[in-house]
């Protein structure tokens, strides 16, 4: 991999910072409220042991990113970059949450379009697992123009295995 899936990104209005250890409390407090797994495969990350879990498997990952709203200072979510394949020029987007104050205000869109913006430059294809019941996350990437290529099973970082969608967006396909 000749290029980073963790440099720093960001628009007029947010940031993505790479996610370091010290921003466990910040991260936490956002996903502490159980409303934002409602519909993610494992509903219990709001729990502080199993975000903790959560946690780790995004700093060892060495994709995942904090996401800061630039006027308030404020830490929204996460997201990552992960499972880079060289082979097939491929790599996932995901294991994003926001909390529930950043929900329906148009901002999972424009983290999105700055991760594939800059993704798109090295790779060729970008994957997205989302839950099997993940209803909102399935109309949303659907949106970014996402399709829906396949089912398959996933276990994170020590949590059960879970029916998770694959989609896809491709290069070409990509709106700038």
């Not at 990350?45 to 994709?63: D, L």
Request: charged share 30%; aromatic share 16%; glycine share 8%.
């Amino acid at each position: 991999m000749n290029f980073s899936i963790q440099t720093v990104l960001e628009n007029e209005k947010y940031q993505l910072i790479p996610l370091q250890q010290g921003d466990f409390e910040a991260l936490y407090e956002v996903a502490s409220d159980p409303k934002v797994w409602e519909q993610h495969p494992n509903k219990d990350r709001y729990k502080r042991e199993v975000f903790e879990n959560f946690f780790r498997g995004a700093i060892e990952s060495k994709g995942a990113f904090k996401i800061i709203e630039k006027e308030t200072g404020a830490v929204l979510g996460s997201s990552r970059f992960y499972d880079y394949d060289e082979e097939t020029n491929c790599i996932f987007i995901g294991y994003t949450f926001y909390g529930t104050k950043s929900w329906g205000k148009g901002i999972n869109p424009q983290i999105k379009k700055l991760m594939l913006d800059y993704i798109f430059q090295f790779v060729d294809t970008v994957h997205f697992h989302i839950g099997k019941e993940n209803y909102r996350s399935q109309i949303a990437l659907e949106r970014l123009g996402g399709k829906k290529i396949a089912e398959q099973k996933v276990a994170y970082f020590g949590e059960p295995t879970r029916t998770n969608f694959v989609y896809e967006i491709r290069k070409e396909n990509h709106w700038v």
